[in-house]
């Protein structure tokens, strides 16, 4: 490949340089360049050989015609020279074709490496990155895309020192600490305001390591502390923090506003105050004072936002300047110090008896004072009296204590640092200053918020900043901002502490003075400072947090960031596993894990639907639900319909409200995947216990018999694998979720005690909206030996303790004589089932003996009398089938089977189970009906099926007789085990 690049750098720099070429030949060498180096046209092989050959012979004419003419016609060039010249273009030729043909050879393994990137192309995205084109662009995102997008402008970079060390410490260097720090120092003393600022100190210092582990453990891009603990912390706190930052900056604006009225009143023009405070003393003053703040302070807030609007750019040209304004005003307080030092203030202090006096409304501490030769009162005199002259009547006190002037010891006033000298000079710069630290701040803000929200949230800072200029008050604000900003430190200290004890691998931070006890002290230290400075500010702050927290918790995050959260999820439930693992659940924990079985069309969407509105309805268990489908094929093969199925599973559980998994199978056959479902679903401990499927739909009709064959095979497995099962008949008639029942009743009809699911599952029905309003009935069957009576007190004692409301009734059924509907009920199933196995049909003629079966036999409509029913047996004939019978029958073709041995299957006698298992079903369904036909929903034990797989078909036909006329039946089995309990 060397060659032909450095012929194409030979020919790109002549050809550049020299005025008489034509373009197109210097674009075909770029096109080169380009085909070589950067193979992304995706071509067929042919067409991409094709075409280097192409170009390869029309650039050896071109440029054969070209160099000869030019040769001819360029007079500087010596005849000598031409054949090299010559030689060297068609060398130039060949190895532009070995490039065309190397680039054919690359493109065969262009497709792998676009899922599989070489190492050295991962390497160069990886040192080429950088964090300023990208904004708030997830940083997957710009890979993934870096194809399709153009790449970005770079905006100019202001460095460490411009763009990020000067703007820190002009924020740090702000008002509280210009207005609040001596005023702390004079209250508390030194001491005191030293361990002040020790602990504030140690907050933002043990912060600061936290969030440098975080920064050294992978490339952090634009969004500062709000990234962090987004991906640290999962989008649940970081969208509650970073909204709670963005208020916290916000107010921040405001009480720097308020710091510049503040300077501007009271210690540099206090004449222009619009409510005047010349008279007023105590509340009133400081109402006007206030309402001069809530003045000028909508004032400036207005201009800054006009000036932050308009061109935000100016405003970072000017930070030099402002950043003089700062180093100037403490260079005027270290003025102030000196010059104290050599000239130390005097404090005077006015003492009435034993009491100070305020040195407010009188300048001079005596009661009297000599004046050209008079004795003369002084304000003091009049503050007590009622009138100047000596005969006045004054304050009894006043007028039985001296009056005493002593020297102060420096303490309130010179921690205030009242110098002549430094005065004027510090606030004047100092109020300057603070302007720009508010536009440095607004800006942060409307520049962050516009590459997330754009120019719609602009006025809405502005309204929150203005809502804090109405409270007026620097130290009611402060507090505000105080709370979010600690919050926001402590959550960054808090991910660091999650990720180092959960040994999360990915945190690798390469900070080498990072412990995780240093980020817990500093949470430790935040928390405690939120509650010191105001509790209630911290409380509220906490609750806006945690109503954002749920809040994006409830509407759910767009993107998995990996975060710590999910990793202490993770851990849980890892943990809770193994503590699943020590052994079964005690029966008072038992809720219905369920397994739901649904099917798919041939588009792959689910054919009941109703299933998971059932499955909703029964939430109130609040177990585990996974809901699984089998597909039939190849792994391989079937990959993408398996993606698609499971996309079609969440899409519904997400419309059903159905919180679980989904889990999609291929398997080779049908049965063997709905096997695997029952068996492999779940994880260690937490197992599904119930297995939820539909009764098989026109099971008698289906052309295909495998179907109800397969929902019998997981009767059996669920029964062996001690799992219960419940199967809803007629699904698409129950109910959906938006459906209300305003009356009615659930019948549960008690045969035998399966562990108490018969009971358990109306219950959590009514739980939910739909069932709420219906009545509980249970129904028991007596037999002859029982005691009606006796039945129905010991079941209301038993329901008493279960804690269940709903009505009981004993239903009494006597054993009768079997009537002849039973008898021809029994003997048309078993006529139909031998027909179908015995005799080797066609499926129309097969079709047409299963539809002439019911006619032969005549069906009264009523029953018949008792001896009608004792001469049908004895006249029915018994047709005995051997092996060598049915050989023979089966050896026969299809035309020869006769009327007469057609005949003989039909005049064959029942079997005796099958009879009484008929009659009993019959006879079950004939109180059923009578009791339960209005009910909304009836809930049945659910018999197993026979041991003898030959019996499947009468199996089916018994459940239908059961059910028969029932609008919506919930067929039970449960697993074999108590699922309810009376104890507590």
């Not at 870096?146 to 702000?174: D, F, H, W």
């Not at 094929?633 to 989904?662: D, I, W």
Request: charged content about 15%; hydrophobic content about 45%.
């Amino acid at each position: 490949i060397h060659p032909p690049f450095c012929c194409s750098i030979f020919h790109t720099i002549y050809f550049s340089v020299h005025p008489s070429i034509h373009p197109s030949t210097i674009l075909l060498f770029y096109l080169s360049y380009y085909l070589l180096f950067c193979p992304s046209i995706h071509t067929s092989i042919v067409i991409s050989f094709c075409l280097s050959i192409y170009l390869s012979i029309y650039l050896s004419i071109y440029l054969s015609i070209y160099l000869s003419i030019y040769l001819s016609i360029h007079p500087s060039i010596h005849p000598s020279s031409q054949p090299s010249i010559m030689f060297f273009t068609s060398y130039l030729n060949y190895l532009m074709l070995t490039i065309f043909v190397l680039y054919v050879c690359v493109f065969t393994l262009q497709e792998e490496m676009d899922t599989i990137p070489m190492v050295s192309s991962l390497l160069s995205s990886l040192a080429n990155y950088s964090n300023l084109p990208q904004g708030s662009k997830e940083h997957e995102e710009a890979e993934n895309n870096e194809g399709s997008r153009k790449k970005p402008v770079q905006a100019p970079r202001m460095g460490t020192l411009m763009g990020v060390y000067l703007p820190c410490l002009q924020n740090i260097l702000g008002v509280i600490l210009f207005l609040r720090m001596t005023w702390m120092v004079g209250i508390g003393g030194v001491i005191e305001a030293f361990i002040i600022v020790l602990m504030c100190c140690s907050t933002t210092m043990l912060t600061a390591i936290s969030m440098s582990a975080i920064a050294t453990n992978g490339v952090v891009p634009a969004g500062g502390a709000y990234y962090m603990i987004s991906r640290s912390l999962g989008p649940e706190f970081g969208g509650a923090v970073g909204i709670c930052f963005y208020l916290g900056t916000t107010f921040a604006g405001a009480m720097y506003i308020l710091g510049c009225i503040e300077i501007l009143l009271v210690y540099i023009v206090p004449q222009a105050a619009v409510f005047k405070m010349e008279g007023l003393e105590g509340a009133e003053a400081e109402a006007a004072m206030l309402n001069n703040m809530r003045v000028y302070g909508t004032l400036v807030l207005s201009f800054m936002a006009i000036v932050v609007f308009v061109g935000v750019k100016y405003v970072n040209k000017l930070a030099l300047v402002f950043l003089a304004c700062v180093i100037c005003s403490i260079l005027a307080v270290y003025a102030g110090v000196i010059k104290t030092a050599f000239e130390p203030p005097v404090f005077p202090v006015c003492v009435l008896g034993n009491r100070t006096l305020v040195w407010k409304g009188f300048d001079v501490c005596a009661k009297v004072i000599e004046r050209e030769n008079a004795t003369v009162t002084t304000k003091l005199w009049r503050l007590f009296c009622d009138s100047e002259f000596l005969n006045a009547t004054c304050d009894s006190y006043f007028t039985n204590n001296n009056i005493t002037e002593i020297q102060g010891i420096p303490g309130m006033m010179s921690g205030i640092l009242r110098g002549k000298y430094s005065h004027k000079m510090t606030f004047y710069i100092l109020y300057i200053q603070c302007i720009y630290i508010y536009i440095y701040i607004y800006t942060y803000i409307y520049i962050y918020m516009q590459s997330v929200f754009k120019e719609s949230l602009f006025v809405l800072t502005a309204c929150i900043c203005e809502s804090g200029i109405l409270i007026a008050s620097l130290d009611n604000v402060a507090p505000i901002l105080s709370m979010f900003f600690l919050m926001c430190y402590m959550f960054v200290n808090l991910a660091c502490a999650v990720q180092t004890l959960l040994r999360t691998p990915n945190w690798r931070p390469r900070f080498k003075f990072y412990h995780w006890t240093l980020s817990f002290l500093g949470m430790s230290l935040c928390l405690s400072l939120m509650f010191i400075c105001s509790w209630y500010y911290a409380i509220v702050a906490m609750g806006i947090a945690g109503c954002i927290y749920k809040y994006i918790e409830f509407r759910g995050a767009e993107k998995e960031w990996g975060d710590g959260i999910r990793g202490l999820s993770l851990s849980a439930a890892r943990f809770a596993l193994m503590r699943l693992e020590e052994g079964p659940p005690h029966t008072k924990n038992w809720r219905p894990q369920i397994l739901v079985l649904v099917s798919m069309d041939s588009e792959l969407n689910v054919e009941q639907p109703r299933l998971l509105s059932l499955t909703n309805q029964l939430k109130a268990g609040k177990g585990l639900t996974i809901v699984g489908t089998a597909l039939e094929g190849t792994y391989l093969e079937n990959h993408p319909q398996g993606q698609q199925a499971e996309q079609s599973l969440r899409k519904l559980m997400e419309a059903e409200k159905v919180k679980g998994f989904c889990q999609v199978v291929i398997s080779s056959n049908m049965r063997d995947a709905t096997s695997h479902l029952v068996q492999a679903g779940g994880l260690g401990g937490l197992l599904h216990n119930t297995v939820l499927a539909c009764w098989p739909r026109n099971w008698k009709q289906a052309e295909d018999h495998q179907s109800w064959r397969n929902f019998i095979e997981l009767v059996r497995e669920t029964t062996a694998a001690s799992k219960a099962l419940l199967v809803p008949k007629n699904i698409s008639a129950f109910p959906s979720n938006g459906e209300r029942f305003t009356e009615g009743h659930i019948d549960v009809w008690w045969i035998v005690h399966d562990g108490g699911m018969l009971m358990l599952l109306p219950f959590l029905l009514r739980q939910h909206k739909v069932w709420r309003k219906c009545k509980m009935r249970i129904f028991t069957v007596a037999q002859m030996d029982d005691n009606s009576i006796q039945m129905k007190k010991d079941l209301t004692t038993f329901l008493y303790h279960l804690r269940i409301d709903a009505a009981v009734e004993v239903v009494e059924m006597h054993d009768s004589d079997i009537s002849a509907y039973t008898y021809e009920k029994t003997l048309m199933m078993e006529q139909r089932s031998q027909i179908l196995k015995q005799i080797n049909l066609t499926k129309t003629e097969r079709e047409r003996e299963v539809q002439h079966s019911p006619t032969n036999p005549p069906t009264p409509a009523t029953p018949q009398s008792p001896s009608a029913e004792a001469e049908t047996p004895g006249t029915a004939v018994q047709m005995t089938w051997t092996e060598a019978k049915c050989d023979g029958e089966q050896a026969k073709p299809i035309g020869a089977t006769t009327p007469e041995a057609i005949k003989d299957l039909f005049n064959m006698k029942p079997n005796q189970s099958n009879l009484r298992r008929m009659h009993t079903a019959l006879r079950l369904n004939e109180v059923i009906i009578k009791k339960s036909q209005e009910a909304r929903l009836v809930l049945l034990n659910m018999p197993g099926p026979p041991k003898n797989r030959t019996g499947d078909e009468n199996y089916m036909e018994f459940m239908e007789v059961l059910t028969e006329g029932l609008n919506r039946v919930l067929l039970v089995r449960g697993g074999g085990r108590e699922v309810i309990t009376i104890y507590s």
